[in-house]
DNA sequence: TCGGTTAGTTCGGGAGACGAACAAACTCTA
DNA sequence: TAGAGTTTGTTCGTCTCCCGAACTAACCGA
């Protein structure tokens, strides 16, 4: 509702959203929702009677909870519509389906070198798979969040992807347009690292989430949101500057983090080829290797400390690759920060992402979830 | 209206700050407003006309432009409510009365060595001159806002000022309690750096503001809003990092930007006791005063392309004393960020603030002017 | 002087939330 | 076991606020 004028169905798609909101943490009553929202036992039943009747909510029996009538629970039916959650990626396309209370009803991961494909190709599988996945589900398609692999501009049908380092092809499309709408609306398309850290706002409405892959990603998210940053690339923590003068980077700068703790600069610090082997040798306690982990670690911490005294934010959640590495890269950062005045643990807290590389299908399903959330119109018109 | 239930009465408040955020810009009649917002003309009357009839708004004589009967322009009357912006500092009290236009209706500046002196004092004192200020211009008060030297946390009355480096005796304060409220609400609290951001919006919604005084402050303003943080001390610049192992700092970490661009660093560097004396040196074109300009303004450069890599704004002001050496820190700035592949001029553009050191009072008193147009209750109330 | 056009006002209607009243369902107590 | 007390869900009248259409007012041009 941030512009244009504010008639009474925003009032009605306001208070909806805010009682399916409430809704997302647990079943409630109506009278329940009501106190919750400081809406009416009235317009609560008002609201939300009709998404019973369309199927998107389901009544429980009352369940006796001392003196008085007992409530009759309302929740995300079990049958109701889903939001999908795309990852476009490199080697392959990620998919999940979750219902609207969040939880994750199915996944899947088709692997495939996107490299010689087209935009077009590329999407329209993508929207493919995700569909197949829908319908196997047998439950109505409510919304969809697609994460691509580089800095989008604009939102919805106009989003245009700027560019895709490791998918040149990709390069300038509009993926909305390239994947056709989901349920009636098209979907929310975002860059994977800024998707990604959606994924862990069960770590609080604040914090920066930092994801190795190729380059180094990441997204700030204060308040719930992603920030966008005016050209779409917010959050390149990639490129913050440790030393200045120090290795040249990429971007045609020097002493980036990413030539640092990038997983390049990583691996070939510790000589080892791969992911998989670093994880292997460090957990056999390779002092070389574990050395080259301390490294990147705290030039990482260094870089987030210079993040942290910007948005200030309470916690910092590593993902992508990093994820992986966490047991050892975490205390590295936490030390780093530490040493530059930011408390870790109290003050600001230091964790290893859950999800891995399934983060961006996950963040741009709840991204999903969140738009047709706060636009409840959706769940009905189909 | 983030939180809570929306009612009829948010949404004509919503539609009144829309229409007063309209007549910001120029006078207009009450057609091109509801052409402008998406209202209807008669809305638009049943809107405008108490605030008419309660003198904040004044009605012109018709205007002829064009066919058709010519319509009647309305803007923020000359002899309406007033905001006021109060900047409380290490030497003096700032004050600025401006109009709900924005334009500047008087200011003023009292020297006082507020180091010795409680918070309970300094704040009752600025209240009183602020008062007596907007006395003396004769409109009645709808809003403040006071800008504070140091972190804040929490809003309006329940504002708190964490610390306050140069002044330890205001620490743990609530200064909206202090002053007591303004019209019938207490002043928006913020500190000087976030609040002097604000001051420069006319540069574009989305900037980031570094500010140099004893320390580097900063405020990142993004979609006309000053990014809060978490812990109330966000846009903390001076933190960044440009050289890891480098200086040391008083935050207790090593190779902050402060350390090389911070008043003190830059003087010592130039070998010169004060700002003026800084200035005078450079246009006589002292070649050890230009070195050094030029190397604080390079260490800002690398610090400030950390940032926007972050928060990706188009834009860099740099203010407080920077803004009075704007002249030879601009182009280091921006030549620094052009080698680190920021293209500085379409892409960042970087200028000095031509506020100087009394943008904080000015960005409280636009501060103060946006909660006002935002809830123009505040307007009608007395 | 009379259409054409635009501005401002008035009035009926609709959307949506509130509050009070009421029926339903359960617990507790005498 | 009956009734009092309490809480839930529903219904209905009322209020606020906006829209759209109709009407009057004011100005231009032929």
Redesign the pocket.
């Known amino acids: 509702m941030t512009d244009g004028?504010?008639?009474?169905?925003a009032?009605?798609?306001?208070?909806?959203g805010l009682l399916l909101d409430a809704l997302r943490g647990a079943p409630s009553?109506?009278?329940?929702?009501?106190?919750a929202t400081?809406?009416?036992?009235?317009?609560?039943?008002?609201?939300l009677?009709p998404l019973v009747e369309a199927g998107v909510l389901a009544e429980g029996v009352?369940t006796?909870s001392?003196?008085?009538?007992?409530?009759?629970?309302?929740w995300f039916a079990a049958t109701g519509p889903v939001v999908l959650g795309i990852s476009v990626e490199v080697d392959g396309i990620d998919v999940r389906v979750s219902g609207l209370d969040g939880e994750t009803v199915l996944r899947a991961r088709r692997r495939r070198d996107h490299r010689r494909h087209p935009a077009a190709d590329v999407f329209a599988r993508a929207a493919r798979v995700a569909r197949e996945l829908a319908d196997r589900v047998g439950r109505p398609v409510a919304g969809a969040g697609l994460a691509v692999p580089g800095p989008v501009r604009g939102d919805g049908d106009d989003a245009v992807l700027l560019q895709a380092p490791n998918l040149p092809l990709l390069r300038g499309c509009r993926p909305a347009r390239l994947t056709g709408p989901f349920g009636t609306a098209p979907p929310v398309v975002g860059n994977e690292a800024s998707l990604g850290a959606l994924a862990h706002l069960g770590e609080g409405p604040d914090f920066v989430y930092v994801s190795a892959d190729v380059g180094i990603g990441g997204g700030i998210v204060l308040d719930g949101r992603v920030l966008p940053g005016s050209r779409g690339v917010a959050g390149e923590i990639g490129h913050v500057v440790v030393e200045r003068d120090g290795r040249a980077c990429g971007c045609g700068g020097s002493g980036c983090v990413e030539q640092y703790a990038g997983l390049p600069a990583l691996l070939g610090d510790a000589g080892v080829a791969a992911v998989p082997e670093l994880r292997a040798a460090a957990r056999a306690g390779d002092p070389a290797v574990l050395g080259a982990l301390g490294r990147a670690g705290s030039a990482l911490g260094v870089a987030l400390a210079s993040v942290i005294h910007v948005v200030d934010v309470p916690a910092v959640v590593l993902g992508g690759r990093y994820a992986e590495l966490g047991d050892w890269l975490v205390p590295a950062v936490r030390a780093e920060m530490r040493r530059r005045g930011l408390t870790a643990g109290p003050e600001v807290e230091v964790l290893a992402s859950a999800h891995g590389r399934s983060a961006a299908a996950a963040g741009a399903a709840r991204a999903a979830l969140d738009r047709v959330l706060a636009e409840p119109d959706l769940l009905l018109a189909r």
């Open positions: 004028p504010a008639r009474a169905p009032v009605r798609r306001h208070n909806l009553s109506r009278a329940s929702l009501a106190t400081g809406l009416t036992r009235g317009t609560v039943a008002v609201l009677d009352p006796r001392g003196v008085g009538r007992p409530g009759r629970p309302l």
